[in-house]
T-cell receptor, first 111, second 115 residues
Framework: QQQVKQSPQSLIVQKGGISIINCAYE??????FPWYQQFPGKGPALLIA?????SEKKEGRFTISFNKSAKQFSLHIMDSQPGDSDTYFC??????????FGKGTRLSVIA | KAGVTQTPRYLIKTRGQQVTLSCSPI?????VSWYQQTPGQGLQFLFE???????NKGNFPGRFSGRQFSNSRSEMNVSTLELGDSALYLC??????????????FGSGTQLSVL
């Protein structure tokens, strides 16, 4: 059972554009929603996280939007740069449930 | 502060063998989680240890086991290896002073190939 569904699988964005990755979850007990970035040959690194008491969180060029009623959350990367080209994972946890990950989105930012 | 260290970086084994992977968490972190990463399934939770006790376990067969030592270092073992066990095995540590699994810090993983 996939508890967090992530889309798209891959994404190509022009330099300077907005990259948008979406995730949907099923377990209403989830109350912590992080995004991880994975460089090739490395483990995932925490990028930004949100809790359901806010609908949006912004850190630099990265923004998480959260819709509790729809059980969806998304990552927006503003002014996307070639250096942002990596694999991004959404995740969720809550209660006694360990962190469960989406299947990842491979982002390519082209000049 | 040193990050999460996993050894070895690469392993090649044959079917039926067993393997032990090691993880040293960030100093002061008491929780260690293990994940299996494959292209088809993504990251899947194996188990989590806190203060030498298994606190959570994923949906993997009993061939997968782990333990944590008093210094928080952890090992995972896979017995009777199968071809499908080929994957990147990731270890993550966290303070676990509060909520379960907040702010996981991942190591670079051990790439296991089973021939």
């Amino acid at each position: 059972q996939q508890q967090v569904k992530q889309s798209p699988q891959s994404l190509i964005v022009q330099k300077g554009g907005i990259s948008i990755i979406n995730c949907a979850y099923e377990n209403t007990a989830f109350d912590y929603f992080p995004w991880y970035q994975q460089f090739p040959g490395k483990g995932p690194a925490l990028l930004i996280a949100i809790r359901p008491d806010v609908s949006e969180k912004k850190e630099g060029r990265f923004t998480i939007s959260f819709n509790k009623s729809a059980k969806q959350f998304s990552l927006h990367i503003m002014d996307s740069q070639p250096g942002d080209s990596d694999t991004y994972f959404c995740a969720a946890s809550g209660g006694n449930t360990p962190l469960v990950f989406g299947k990842g989105t491979r982002l390519s930012v082209i000049a | 502060k040193a990050g999460v260290t996993q050894t070895p970086r690469y392993l090649i084994k044959t079917r039926g063998q067993q393997v032990t992977l090691s993880c040293s968490p960030i100093s002061g972190h008491r929780s260690v989680s293990w994940y299996q990463q494959t292209p088809g399934q993504g990251l899947q939770f194996l188990f989590e240890y806190f203060s030498e006790t298994q606190r959570n376990k994923g949906n993997f067969p009993g061939r997968f086991s782990g333990r944590q030592f008093s210094n928080s270092r952890s090992e995972m073992n896979v017995s009777t290896l199968e071809l499908g066990d080929s994957a990147l095995y990731l270890c993550a540590s966290s303070l676990a002073g509060g909520r379960l699994n907040e702010k996981l810090f991942f190591g670079s993983g051990t790439q296991l190939s089973v021939l």
